[in-house]
């Protein structure tokens, strides 16, 4: 055989061993006998003749990069991937901790409860008799104003005010302050016990 079919031939070993790198843990070796195969075939390459050099070179030049770009793109599928490289998280739920204090929140969705100080827009609410950090969801809350829990972000709950009649109801049985519009007495006297309708 003459040169250039070596030269060729070193060069088609090389993207095998390139290849082979990624799949076969070698500890780098194949990566070196990958380098030393391409630089055996621009060798001979060039020693069989000025274009033949030049040919060798330019496949390099270009298969190489695609080679290791095709190679990164498929390797995390592989078996030998998928051991060495931690997967992707699917959603930001998989990278939280797994720990009783934050599972424990997602129980609260939907819980009511009051704020204990003015929110813009974090501060502390109250939810049977304890108290959670929060954030509100976009919008001030008065101090001592029902809430409802509407979701958990790192590790703090996510609240908004809680406008439903089982809010205006508890108002009502704690007697606390009766908004502007029911204190109008035009209409009527004020019926002050109703029944919670929501009631256990």
């Known amino acids: 055989m003459d040169l250039a079919t070596w030269a060729f031939l070193l060069l088609l070993l090389g993207l095998v061993l390139l290849?082979?790198?990624?799949?076969?843990?070698?500890?780098?070796?194949?990566?070196?006998?990958?380098?030393?195969?391409?630089?055996?075939?621009?060798?001979?390459?060039?020693?069989?003749?000025?274009?033949?050099?030049?040919?060798i070179l330019l496949i390099i030049s270009f298969v190489v990069p695609a080679a290791l770009a095709s190679a990164i793109r498929w390797w995390p599928d592989t078996p030998i991937g998928r051991l060495i490289l931690i997967p992707r998280p699917k959603s930001a739920d998989d990278v939280l901790p797994q720990t009783l204090a934050y599972r424990g929140l997602k129980e609260l969705v939907g819980?009511?409860?009051?704020?204990?100080?003015?929110?813009?827009?974090?501060?502390?609410?109250?939810?049977?008799?304890?108290?959670?950090?929060?954030?509100?969801d976009g919008m001030a809350i008065e101090s001592g104003q029902p809430i409802v829990v509407v979701n958990v972000s790192t590790q703090r709950l996510v609240v908004r005010p809680d406008t439903t009649i089982?809010?205006?109801?508890?108002?009502?049985?704690?007697?606390?302050?009766?908004?502007?519009?029911?204190?109008?007495?035009?209409?009527?006297?004020?019926?002050t016990d109703i029944q919670d309708p929501f009631a256990e």
């Open 19 to 55: 290849v082979l790198e990624f799949f076969i843990p070698s500890g780098g070796a194949l990566a070196v006998m990958c380098a030393l195969s391409f630089l055996g075939a621009i060798i001979l390459g060039f020693a069989a003749g000025r274009w033949t050099g030049v040919s």
């Open 111 to 136: 819980r009511r409860g009051q704020a204990k100080g003015l929110m813009l827009p974090s501060g502390l609410v109250l939810i049977d008799g304890k108290s959670y950090d929060a954030v509100s």
């Open 166 to 191: 089982a809010a205006e109801l508890a108002d009502a049985e704690r007697g606390e302050a009766i908004p502007a519009a029911a204190e109008d007495n035009s209409a009527g006297p004020l019926v």
